[in-house]
């Protein structure tokens, strides 16, 4: 099962509505008028990630605005120090190129999990 750890939370926004269903972990763009889409392309701009898991239509918690989490929701390889951008999955990986949305700088990854610290 996906984990989130706020470790140091920035601010959670709880308001709006998901269009499509978002996992745990995930990462979301604002699509409309409080209308939040997980996000899939690294050049897009995001807003925050998912505090939980969400169906569409649901009110999601979205921590943004900072702070330091832990999660095992990520792809590839990841060193301490890389930036970090979402996947086309949703999921933080790093491998910035040009043109791509730097959301988070990764802290450790251990056992699985990466502690990084959230930049949108």
Same mark, same amino acid.
């Given at each position: ?90 999921? @933080? ?24 610290? @959230?930049?949108?």
């Amino acid at each position: 099962m996906a984990f989130l750890n706020p470790n140091h939370r920035g601010l959670a926004y709880g308001d709006g509505y998901m269009q499509g269903a978002g996992s745990c972990g995930q990462i979301v763009k604002l699509v409309g008028n409080d209308l939040f889409a997980v996000n899939t392309d690294p050049t897009a701009k995001s807003f925050g990630v998912l505090i939980k898991d969400y169906k569409n239509g649901e009110m999601p918690g979205i921590f943004c605005m900072g702070g330091i989490y832990e999660t095992d929701v990520f792809e590839g390889t990841i060193n301490p120090d890389d930036d970090l951008k979402v996947s086309a999955n949703g999921k @933080l990986t790093a491998g910035i190129e040009e043109g791509d949305e730097v959301v988070a700088r990764a802290i450790s990854v251990s056992r699985g999990a990466l502690k990084f610290r @959230l930049l949108i």
